[in-house]
Every structure is written in C-alpha cells, then in structure tokens.
T-cell receptor, first 113, second 114 residues
Framework: AQSVTQLGSHVSVSEGALVLLRCNYS??????LFWYVQYPNQGLQLLLK??????LVKGINGFEAEFKKSETSFHLTKPSAHMSDAAEYFC???????????FGTGTRLTIIP | DARVTQTPRHKVTEMGQEVTMRCQPI?????VFWYRQTMMQGLELLAY????????DSGMPKDRFSAEMPDATLATLKIQPSEPRDSAVYFC????????????FGPGTRLTVL
C-alpha cells in the first residue's frame, strides 16, 4: 500500500525566511503526489501536484515542490514566508490508476513575525 | 464560484442517535469522497463513489456507517447508532475524471457525540 510520511508535525519559521516542509513517500511504482493546505476551520485546498511530468512543480501562493525518485521525497518549499502562510499542510499520494488519496499526518506551519 | 457544500456545519448529538451528513458536489463532478479528520488518526478516507457507484468503502465501519448517493447532486453519510468515538470533522470532496484529478473539499461537518 502507498503511504506518505511527513517529518515534523510542527514547523516554525520567521517571516521572510525559507519554508521547507518534508514529505517522503512509499510506493513500489512512482505515484501521483500532492500538497494540500488547510486553514483553520476550513476544508483542504490543493497547492500543487506531481503527475510524472516535470519533477519541479510550481503551485499557488509561491510554493513549489520537487519530486526526487532517488530519495522518494516530495518536499514543499517557499523562498520567503508570509504571515498568511500559517496553516496546516498535508502531503498526499494516490496510485496512478485510481483516485484514492492517502494523506500524511500533516505539518502545522507557524510564522514568527 | 463552484464549491462543495456540506450540511450541517456543526452537529452535537447524544450517543445512540442517528446522524446524517449531506454533501452537494460541484456540478459536473463524477467522483465523491468522504474523509474523517481527527487529532489521533488524521485524515482517513471512509468511502468514495464514481458516477454514483461506490468504489471503495473499506475505511468505513460497516456496522454503523453507511454512505449513499441518491442522485448526482447529493451524497449522504449516516451513522446509526452514533458513539463518542465518532466525534470528528467529516469532509466531503468531489472531483472530475480519474487519476490525478484535483479534489475540491467542502468546509466539513464538525460532529460531537456526547
């Protein structure tokens, strides 16, 4: 079965600093990978997705992620954090042939003014 | 601005009562998903449908949970009887097509079972 592991349930960065949220996947074949963001008391919103095209994927709000097969990783980055980035971020994986999406445990991002 | 809608947004009930949660997927979307979010378990897929047919409900406790799509504009998730351990936020999501389709999530139903 496919799964993702998010390292660090809480990450704090200063405003303007680099954001790095880690995600590693487990799959016998390269899957589709996703990052979602959840703001307080809201549903999840797609940030970006990897679907076996370009390994560097750009998403909304200045976020990007790089698929590294050799490291089985799909880390999320943003060069400069904004206060509005404070939220919970979920990495997710799905098989190529169906829609079943499995989420990681989430990383809560706090931005320090 | 198309959105997934869920009702009710909040529900407080007593143990043993029936709970029905409703979801209206985005018009034209043919896949619907039910997720449950708790602090302990995170986001768990309970069930999903494609073209109103259930494809996978392996994440759902069968003895008390049931999910249906009476028509293309309505999905329901029922719990009977409810238990305190069912307290969670239940999200509905919808999407179009297969594979890497984007899933659009509703705002969730926050269920508290006393």
């Amino acid at each position: 079965a496919q799964s993702v592991t998010q390292l660090g349930s809480h990450v704090s960065v200063s405003e303007g600093a680099l954001v790095l949220l880690r995600c590693n996947y487990s799959s016998s074949v390269p899957p589709y990978l996703f990052w979602y963001v959840q703001y307080p008391n809201q549903g999840l919103q797609l940030l970006l997705k990897y679907t076996s095209a370009a390994t560097l994927v750009k998403g909304i709000n200045g976020f990007e992620a790089e698929f590294k097969k050799s490291e089985t990783s799909f880390h999320l980055t943003k060069p400069s954090a904004h206060m509005s980035d404070a939220a919970e971020y979920f990495c997710a994986v799905s098989p190529v042939r169906n829609e079943k999406l499995t989420f990681g445990t989430g990383t809560r991002l706090t931005i320090i003014p | 601005d198309a959105r997934v809608t869920q009702t009710p947004r909040h529900k407080v009930t007593e143990m043993g009562q029936e709970v029905t949660m409703r979801c209206q997927p985005i018009l034209g979307h043919n896949t619907v998903f039910w997720y449950r979010q708790t602090m302990m378990q995170g986001l768990e897929l309970l069930a999903y449908f494609r073209n109103r047919a259930p494809l996978d409900d392996s994440g759902m406790p069968k003895d008390r949970f049931s999910a249906e799509m009476p028509d293309a504009t309505l999905a329901t998730l029922k719990i009977q009887p409810s238990e305190p351990r069912d307290s969670a936020v239940y999200f509905c999501a919808s999407g179009r097509g297969q594979g890497a389709q984007e899933k659009f999530f509703g705002p969730g139903t926050r269920l508290t079972v006393l």
